[in-house]
């Protein structure tokens, strides 16, 4: 194949990859359906989705709700000219994304999914380049994941069962534990003192927030409950010495509540930033 001619080919299936998302976000979302050969298929395996022929596309493209306001980023763009009439390409995006979006600027968050495309490409008699088929990948953005440890407690009921919880939940870059108590998790035992109970819950909670890849500087909230209302300038004490290396401290919210398990005086839930 000449080589200006492959240039070329590379360059009109890049500008499709490009208008598609142009479209979708700062133009009319069913005028995707021209970028489509009359019998192209856009397809999703994870979400069993597929749309076949442009009056589907523009039918499915179309139904996107005014009030979403969204911004994909292309990068990594590889076209592979096959023939002079077939190419193929994969590409990466970023995509964000807000419903129901009131009007005016937002502040910036971190993306809704990231993912890649692959595509295929055929030239039509008339020498224009269109999409055959697009297939849509999404290893980032899925439901949210369970984060489980040894490093922190995980304890049984009394008949065997385990308890209804994770001892954290990963959406996108959040992690949220689950309340910790002052177990040890090697040995299931628990210190008496309220200031070593204190080191223990905290430590308990920097164990989930690693499992998921965090550390204590990736904790951005804490909520703090104490059995008594004598040990809140103790709790203070110990909690400022754990995070003595983080700047800025979490956020925090300290209640006094009456606790479940016998013999707990504290415990610690956590929001982290882990990605």
Known sequence: MDPLEQLLAERACERLILDFVH?????EPASVAELF????VWEWPAGNRVVKGREALRAYF??????????RMMSNILV?????????AVSYFTTYRVEDHPGGMLPAGPPFQVGHYEDTFHRSSDGTWL??????????GGPPQGVHTADAPFVRF??????????????????????QGPLDPATLEMPTGFADQARRVLTNVEAVVAAAGGSRRSIARCTCYLADQAHFAEFNR???????????????TTVVVRLVR???????????VVG
């Open 37 to 40: 050969t009359e019998d192209g």
């Open 238 to 252: 110990v909690y400022r010495e754990f995070f003595a290396d983080c700047s800025p401290l979490p956020a925090r």
């Open 158 to 179: 009394s008949d065997g069962t385990e308890p209804p919880l994770s001892q954290g939940v990963r959406s996108g870059p959040f992690l949220f534990t689950s309340g």
């Open 23 to 27: 479209r979708l976000d700062l133009g």
């Open 262 to 272: 016998e013999g707990v005086l504290v415990e610690v839930d956590a929001v982290a």
């Open 80 to 88: 592979t000219v096959d023939s002079a009439d077939t190419a193929t």
């Open 131 to 140: 999409l055959a088929a697009r297939t849509l990948f999404l290893p980032f």
């Open 62 to 71: 179309g139904s996107r709700p005014a009030d979403r306001l969204s911004r």
